[in-house]
């Protein structure tokens, strides 16, 4: 019912900047939370940061203060600016997009790698 797209992966030397963006479509329902997660080699996947359709924000203890995560209900985009990036934050990382009415649905990931 919901398709999640993101963009905005690539390859960032430690202390680096890079905006990730998901696009959503399909049928949306305004009460929803979007989120991001990430996933490493070997691990689970983790909450990085979400946003409530009233644009509240809870992050990972890990990227507070270097990521920050914004919603355009208009367009149907969640990004996410990640700044001052280190070698743990890579991953592949994932759009998530949960409601109560029509459940939890994931984009492909993108990834992201922070090494010199």
């Known amino acids: 019912q919901v398709q999640l797209v993101e963009s905005g992966g690539g390859l960032v030397q430690p202390g680096g900047s890079l905006r990730l963006s998901c696009l959503l479509s399909g049928r949306i329902f305004s009460l929803n939370t979007m989120g991001w997660y990430r996933q490493a080699p070997g691990k689970q996947r983790d909450l990085v940061a979400v946003i409530t359709n009233g644009a509240s924000t809870n992050y990972a203890d890990s990227v507070k203060g270097r990521f920050t995560i914004s919603r355009d209900n208009a367009k149907n985009t969640v990004d996410l600016q990640m700044n001052g990036l280190k070698p743990e934050d890579t991953a592949v990382y994932y759009c998530?997009?949960?409601?109560?009415?029509?459940?939890?649905?994931w984009g492909q990931g993108t990834q992201v790698t922070v090494s010199s």
């Open positions: 998530n997009y949960r409601s109560a009415y029509n459940g939890n649905y």
